[in-house]
């Protein structure tokens, strides 16, 4: 089945820093990539949904300039949280979409849980 | 608005059997997702629906009814390993994914 990796699995850092998670998809290429938010005890919140090669749409309340998306091919994708807070630590989830069959399946990565301090 | 309801928790014994209704009103329909969820982890693909009836896949099985806005997941012969969080999403008019806030499944012994 199809694989989605992200990188890190976790990380710690200092308020005000800038974070960089990657998403690739590892064995397929992926016509969208979505990331989510998710935090503690409450359901996925979509917070962008990338297109290779063009500027992510971002969900409303979502600020872009905090949460920078770069989708730079079809296989990998970045979310870089810029000046983080406390109030940004959470987990981060992001999917790849292949079309299959005409339904555009999403396939999550493992996650990463970041942690501002 | 777009809605995705289901309820927030339920409980049920090991080797039981368990529904988890889904209703939704969403601005067009292209398929209903089940994901299973364990804590602290990412969600994974159970079931997609998109055509009204039953899909059934080893124990989960899940159920489509596009004029009642209706869907269920039913596990058999539940395991303990099946606690998690299980997340019913829909897919609108513009194939973006609603989702619902999850079942929390409690399995006992």
């Given at each position: ?5 992200q990188?890190?699995?976790?990380v ?28 503690p005890?409450q ?34 994708s970045?979310?870089t ?13 992001c999917?790849?979409?292949?079309e299959?069959?005409?339904s555009?399946?999403q ?6 849980r970041?942690?501002?301090? | ?5 289901q309820p927030t928790?339920m409980?049920?014994?090991?080797g039981a ?10 601005s067009?329909?292209n ?12 969600p ?7 055509l009204?009836g ?21 596990l ?6 099946d606690?998690?969080?299980?997340l019913?999403?829909?897919k ?18």
């Open positions: 089945g199809a694989v989605v990796s990188h890190p699995s976790w710690i850092c200092k308020s005000g820093t800038s974070v960089k998670i990657e998403c690739r998809s590892l064995d397929f290429q992926a016509t969208t990539m979505f990331w989510y938010r998710q935090f005890k359901s996925l919140m979509l917070m962008a949904t990338s297109n290779e090669g063009s500027k992510a749409t971002y969900e409303q309340g979502v600020e872009k300039d905090k949460f920078l998306i770069n989708h730079a091919s079809l296989t990998l970045t979310l949280v810029t000046s983080a807070h406390p109030e940004d630590s959470s987990f981060y989830i999917s790849a979409s292949e299959v069959a005409g555009y399946e396939y999550f990565g493992p996650g990463t970041l942690t501002v301090t | 608005g777009q809605n995705i309801d928790e409980t049920a014994t090991e059997i368990v529904q988890i209704n889904c209703t939704y009103q969403t067009g329909f398929g209903l997702f089940w994901y299973q969820q364990h804590a602290g982890e990412a994974t693909f159970l079931s997609y629906n998109v009204d039953l899909e059934e896949k080893g124990r989960f099985s899940s159920f489509l009814s596009r004029s009642k806005g209706y869907s269920y997941l039913l058999k012969e539940l395991q303990m390993k606690s998690a969080s299980y019913c999403a829909v609108d008019s513009n194939y973006q994914l609603i989702w619902g806030a999850g079942t929390k499944l409690i399995i006992k012994p």
